[in-house]
């Protein structure tokens, strides 16, 4: 009986072999110590055992020397011969799973580590915080807002809105008043602008050279002036669709003279305008070559001053006083009078004269200078005897280009 309680009690046949792996284990091989971890399970304890087992009493102590070889995995975390201070960047990162062998799991580390960016901030804070260094979201806005903006049309010089009244006006005479007049007002029509040309001067050339003769009209501008007549009536169509003009005759020479005694002598023309303003988009005045009351009240009755200059010294001369002039009427009669554009005319590329007088006007004004220049041409001068605009009587001739292209750059960015 005693002999098969003996049997009885001995251990299972599977644990000798891990009390076999045991020397092994010691040894040095890793993978001895997870064939112990998987036979563990089925040892007995020696409480368990009779204390006169011969036999059984081996299998305790073969388990107390393989016990310091189960120290590495009591964590369920691989171990490596030398503790090392954890890594702040792999600190962050969540454990891994647990591996059946430790070189995959070092392995599987040492090869995440780099993926993340992130620094390590000493104050604690947050690792993904934007960098100062880089451009944020506000900047790249902006430069949107710039690209965006860089492909419009280019604003005109002053950037007022429609209707615009401009006075066409320089003193000194024979430097292209008139012929801008009347061709900048065509190639305007040409654009579907509704143009209204008035001549102011007494010689009427702007009448003229718009086809209008001076016997088929009974009403013109002296009669708006010192009969207070309405310039509805006075205006007459040309031949060209869109573009309008008030006529001039001689007569309008004593105009001058007569408006001296006149009540509220420098706003006849302002009230004159205001009654077909609605009408047109823009009113084009061709004041005479001089300062008197007739070109007063054109600079009091428009909003901006077109300056044409010819490209000669004594262009030059004039324009001092004609700025002095103009600011005397925007400090009495129109504040928000102002010269927008200049425009360079009888322009010569053969001479040097024309390039130092061009060159020293865009140093003086800037950007109110015209990037579009007239130049001399005797097409200019011909067309007007045919009673036409030049882009009516030579549409591809330069001056006709010129005038077309000015037309574009005085009227960009309006509507």
């Known amino acids: 009986m005693r002999g098969r309680r003996r049997g009885r009690n001995r251990p299972s046949p599977q644990s000798p072999p891990s009390v076999e792996s045991a020397p092994a284990a010691a040894s040095g091989g890793q993978g001895a110590v997870k064939l112990l971890d998987a036979s563990e ?6 409480e368990d055992l009779p204390p006169d087992s011969g036999e059984a009493g081996d299998a305790p102590e073969a388990a107390e020397t393989s ?13 490596t011969g030398t503790r090392e201070e954890p890594d702040p960047v792999v600190k962050k990162k969540p454990k891994a799973a647990t591996s059946t062998s430790p070189a995959v799991a070092s392995d599987s580390v040492e090869e995440s580590a780099p993926t993340l960016t992130t620094t390590e901030d000493p104050s604690g804070a947050d690792e993904k915080r934007p960098d100062p260094l880089l451009p944020q979201p506000a900047a790249e806005g902006v430069a949107d807002v710039a690209a965006a903006t860089a492909g419009r049309q280019p604003q005109s010089a002053s950037g ?12 000194k005479g024979g430097v292209g008043k008139t012929t801008t007049s009347v061709n900048l007002g065509a ?23 718009l086809g209008i003769d001076a016997r088929n009209f009974e009403l013109s501008m002296y009669d708006v002036l010192m009969r207070d007549c309405s310039l509805e009536d006075c205006i007459e169509p040309t031949s060209m669709k869109h573009l309008f003009v008030a006529p001039a005759t001689i007569a309008l020479a004593g105009a001058e003279i007569e408006l001296v005694p006149a009540f509220s002598r420098e706003l006849k023309l302002k009230r004159a305008i205001e009654s077909v303003i609605d009408d047109f988009d823009y009113v084009l005045i061709d004041c005479p070559p001089s ?10 009755a428009a909003g901006e001053v077109l300056v044409p200059i010819q490209c000669e010294y004594y262009a030059l001369e004039g324009l001092s006083q004609l700025m002095r002039n ?3 009427v925007a400090s009495n009669l129109n504040p928000r009078l102002d010269i927008s554009t200049i425009v360079l005319t009888m322009y010569d590329a053969r001479t040097k ?16 200078v015209c990037r579009i220049v007239i130049p001399r041409t ?3 001068s011909e067309a007007p005897s045919f009673g036409q605009p030049i882009t009516a009587f030579d549409p591809a001739s330069r001056g006709a280009i010129a005038y077309r292209e000015l037309a574009k750059e005085v009227s960009g960015g309006t509507s």
């Open 187 to 209: 190639a305007l029509a040409e654009l579907e602008f509704r143009v209204l040309v008035i001549d102011l001067d007494p010689q009427g050339n702007a009448t003229t050279g």
């Open 326 to 328: 103009v600011h005397l």
């Open 291 to 300: 300062l008197g009351l007739i070109t007063v009240n054109a600079l009091a």
């Open 378 to 380: 005797v097409r200019l």
């Open 41 to 46: 399970p089925e040892a007995e304890s020696p």
């Open 353 to 368: 004269l024309a390039d130092q007088v061009a060159t020293e006007v865009r140093e003086h004004f800037g950007a109110k």
């Open 160 to 171: 007022n809105p429609l209707p615009r009244v401009m006075a066409v006006a320089n003193q």
């Open 67 to 79: 016990q310091p070889e189960e120290a590495p995995e009591t964590d369920g975390n691989v171990e």
